[in-house]
Every structure is written in structure tokens, then in C-alpha cells.
């Protein structure tokens, strides 16, 4: 999914694509109430969890 999420990025310069690892940033593991990863979250507010494909994310980001 990492790897999804950047491609996309490179591909459209309006998106942005920013990899943590939760283990390092208890903060925003608290902030986001993250109970499983992999997770995505769009502009700060809608939360996605679990693994997706490229065209799944695409979905998404089209919604």
C-alpha cells in the first residue's frame, strides 16, 4: 500500500503521500486511535483501514 500511495503522489501533483511508522509516534497513534495499520487518512479527517490495492485507493480518493 506504501508503495501504491506514492506512485499516486508522484503521478498528481495535488496529492501528497506521507509513509510513519506508528511504532515511532505514540502521539498520533492517540490522536487517530490507531488500532490496526495499515491505515490511511485523507485531509486530516476521513480514516481508511486496512491493505488496498492502487485501484481501490484510486476509489477512494474519487469519492
Known amino acids: 500500500m506504501v508503495a501504491a500511495c506514492q506512485q499516486i ?3 498528481n501533483p ?3 503521500a506521507e509513509m510513519i511508522d ?3 509516534y505514540e502521539d498520533l497513534v492517540a ?3 490507531i488500532k490496526r495499520v495499515p491505515m490511511m487518512i485523507f485531509n486530516d479527517r476521513e480514516i481508511h ?3 488496498k490495492t492502487l ?4 476509489g477512494l480518493l474519487k469519492k
Open 9 to 11: 503522489a508522484i503521478l
Open 14 to 16: 495535488c496529492i501528497e
Open 55 to 58: 485501484d481501490e485507493i484510486v
Open 31 to 33: 490522536k487517530y486511535d
Open 22 to 24: 506508528a511504532a515511532l
Open 49 to 51: 483501514m486496512g491493505n
